[in-house]
């Protein structure tokens, strides 16, 4: 039988819980969320238990925040409440806060029973799924920048947001981060209701769950979060609100990647703070070769070139001058990606409809989903023949 965590209910109600698990409970007093560590030292101290029962002596407020944050974290014990209150509405708000059953402090030994038997599949259920992509890269989120505008940044960002949210391999979150004129939504073919201001305000800032309300569905399955609709409301959009954004976001979904404006603002240096990798952009011009050197240069410098680095060269045209090889030389490293220049590009954008949307298999296609295939996990083995992909090159 399943493990039952109790804290702040009545001795009773603890008897019951106990003869529903043949006497696996441990029964802590409410001054132990006062502890270090606080519920979740206790959970891990009692074993992971399938089920965690906070009481009636447990405010109700501290009760449902508390289940909030163990849904956030991915916790594997099925939080339930016991309680004296009489609000009707009280189910609903449990609900949304992510308690997964809730009983009166008097209730029937059937009832307990019927609540451990739930938990403890529910808990269950969890630990398999958090076993399930425990052995692959977890949770990512994915910065694609650039030190100048025009290489097409927004054009891979939904690309490889899209590409992820079609692989299978997870939920997949798009940030328009470019907050003054953001343009995610449009190369989505999407009417968003809500914006970037929207998310960092009210209840949405503090609750996943209303978080999740303001996101914009694309037909892939990814959701998004629309840049703003003016440059004055974007501007009203503060650095530290994007941290807890993406913070919030990178506990919630799988993929978090994240579309921002060129150079290295404020909100561009938060998200990098939290960045599991950086998608680093250039055109095929001795400026953009140049600006992605020393912004690669600064970041190196500020420490925060995260653990994984994919530098990506966008519209390659042995037209126009440059080579390959001179670009490497420039920037003192390998090219992880090389996209050929196409009239496919513009035809995407201004349609609304990503390359990866549908089953185009030309140049740039390829390409794109070489670099998706960098954030799946994959064999090593083929992750070496796609990880380095240069279509077009010279």
Known sequence: MSTVLTI????????????????????????????????????VEAGSPGVTVLGPDVPEERALALATRADVLATPTCIVMATNSTDPDLWM????????????????????D??????????????????????????????????????????????LAVGLARSGHGSTVLVDLDVQFGDVASALGLAPEYTLPDTVHGAASTDPLVLKSFLTRHESGLYVVAGSDSPAAGDAVTAEQVARLIDTLSQEFRHVV????????????????????????????????????????VLTELNLVPRNRHLLLNGSDAAGGLNVADIEATLGAPLDVVLPRSNGVPLSTNTGVPLLSGSSKDQVSRGLQALVSRFLPEPETKRGVLGRLRVGAR
Do not use: Y
């Open 8 to 43: 702040g209910v009545g001795a009773e109600l603890v008897q019951r819980f106990a003869a529903a698990c043949e006497g696996d409970v441990l029964s802590l007093g409410v001054e132990a969320l006062d502890a270090d560590g606080g519920l979740f030292a206790r959970v």
């Open 93 to 112: 708000r449990a609900m949304h806060a992510g308690v997964r059953d809730l009983l009166t402090a008097d209730a029937h030994q059937d009832h307990v």
């Open 114 to 159: 019927g609540v451990v038997a739930r938990g403890a599949e529910w808990a269950a259920a969890r630990r398999d799924a958090l076993r399930e992509t425990s052995g692959d890269r977890g949770h990512r989120v994915i910065v694609v920048g650039s030190a100048k505008g025009g290489v097409g940044k927004t054009t891979v960002s939904t690309n």
């Open 258 to 297: 994240v579309d921002t404006a060129p150079g290295l603002s404020d909100h561009t240096l938060v998200a990098l703070e939290r960045a599991t990798d950086l998608v680093l952009m250039s055109s095929m011009d001795v400026p953009g070769v140049r600006g992605m050197r020393k912004e690669l240069d």
